[in-house]
Nanobody
Framework: QVQLVESGGGLVQAGGSLRLSCAVA????????TGWYRQAPGNQRELVAT????????NYADSVKGRFTISRDNPKKIVYLQMNSLKPDDTAVYYC???????????WGQGTQVNVSS
């Protein structure tokens, strides 16, 4: 089983920034497109951003374009999510996982809570 450990969440005021990290315990991490997802209370989990394995091509949900940046460090097996200009609507538990376009999800980690106050 792939182990995912997310960190970096917290409480921030609107307009602030956070950087999330996700350690992926997978020897072939560099070959796997990955993504960040989030789930707000009462809502379904949604895709926030993805990053490819090779070229580092990225895609973002419309709601976060221009504010969030996904990146990865293949030797360290970590995927990051830099979140700027945060809004209260960004409040959610954030998770990393495989880009589902390329295969089934790994077992979900515990996620990291992000709370944005107005």
């Amino acid at each position: 089983q792939v182990q995912l450990v997310e960190s970096g969440g917290g409480l921030v005021q609107a307009g602030g920034s956070l950087r999330l990290s996700c350690a992926v315990a997978l020897s072939t991490f560099r070959l796997n497109p990955t993504g960040w997802y989030r789930q707000a209370p009462g809502n379904q989990r949604e895709l926030v951003a993805t990053i490819s394995s090779g070229s580092g091509r990225t895609n973002y949900a419309d709601s976060v374009k221009g504010r969030f940046t996904i990146s990865r460090d293949n030797p360290k097996k970590i995927v990051y999510l830099q979140m700027n200009s945060l809004k209260p609507d960004d409040t959610a538990v954030y998770y990393c996982n495989r880009d589902q376009t390329y295969g089934s999800f790994w077992m979900w980690g515990q996620g990291t809570q992000v709370n944005v106050s107005s």
